[in-house]
């Protein structure tokens, strides 16, 4: 592809290989239009002269990002490079084998700004510790127990706490959710070690996301943390979307498989808002479905929304999956998921994200009781 694309540019032109299959190619002095007259070469010398090797032909393609530099530049070489990412990734999700050119219209010079302001504050934060976890609890419907939480980042940010929404966005577009994953990992593992000497039966449940969960080496890191603060394998829960475990399902079930095999357990997250393939279901090796809150949140209301509930219900039941409704918010909810079998609740009525839940909820892992908001 290297060689390729040599050719496809001129003499002058500095290419590189950013990692993985992405290339950068530097082209000085050029307009827009020649810019992508250049593009527009590299694409069609890959769809007309395919690539072969060892007697087999591989027809390749690329999607192609322009950004350009223009006089008065205000931003880094490091920002340049990561709105040709973003336009990069909006080719892909326009059809893939096209180019797309970064634009600033209108507010966009603005949320650009913002956007790599919130890439040097998440670089800053992850090397200096700034990220926090705060865990709401998880309730056993029948029992009143609560030995699961999960744990859900939070940005310190002075006497100030900043919820994901704000951040993670932005954490996806310059490839930190990686690291940032790790971080909740190791971090959530480290803390459950400590609270296991007084809640032996305490579990955690840890969310992941796409990129993070198809990482090479992700299982091998999971079982190092886990060794290393000398936590069972079976205490963990991670949690994944139905989006990311059917769309990457390959690559998922072995990852998913080889932390099953040491005693980790698996959670489909916001089941039912995603492809609800059952064909899919049934051969993920995850343990809970979480029941995603926009059928939970007006339960109590919707004929509809309680037709589907006790669906996925009976589903999870004849799967051998045990069911946690999410966004459990009052009493009447509560009784109702209760009544239809639901195994587990969470919401601001079982109790909210706090730093410090796990501690107040020491007595309450011993008996059971009655969840108040």
Known sequence: MAERLRH???????????????????????ERRRAQQLSQQVVNDLKEYPLTQDGQTFHVGCSISIAMIERNNPFTPTEIVSQADLACRQAKIDGRNRICIYELVGDD?????????????LKAALKN???VLHYQPIQHVKTGETQHYEALIRLQDGDKLIYPDAFLSAARHFSLMTE?????????IA????WRRDLPNLKIGINLTGSTFIETGFSDFVLRELERHHVPADRIIFEITEQVAISSFSDAVPQIKALVDRGCEFAVDDFGTGYSSLSYLKR????????????????VE??????????????????????IA??????????????????????????KPTRDSVTLACESTRKPHTARA
């Not at 496809?8 to 082209?27: K, N, T, Y």
């Not at 940032?180 to 959530?188: E, K, L, N, R, Y």
Request: proline share 2%.
């Open 8 to 30: 496809s540019v001129r003499p002058g032109d500095l290419i590189a290989r950013v990692g993985g299959d992405e290339f950068v190619i530097f082209l000085q002095n050029v």
């Open 109 to 121: 010079l603005a949320n650009v700004h913002n956007d790599l302001q919130w890439q040097l504050r």
């Open 191 to 194: 803390e459950l070690s400590t």
């Open 180 to 188: 940032i994953d790790q971080w909740v990992i190791s971090t959530a």
């Open 284 to 299: 993920l090796p995850v343990k809970y479905i979480k029941i995603d809150g926009v059928f939970i949140c007006k339960l």
């Open 129 to 131: 510790n700034q990220f």
């Open 326 to 351: 999410e966004f459990v918010g009052d009493e009447a909810t509560a009784e109702l998921i209760r009544r239809i079998g639901i195994d587990y609740a969470q919401g601001y009525h079982i109790g």
């Open 302 to 323: 919707s004929e509809v929304d309680q037709t589907i509930v006790k669906a996925i219900v009976d589903i999870a039941r004849i799967m051998g999956k045990e069911t």
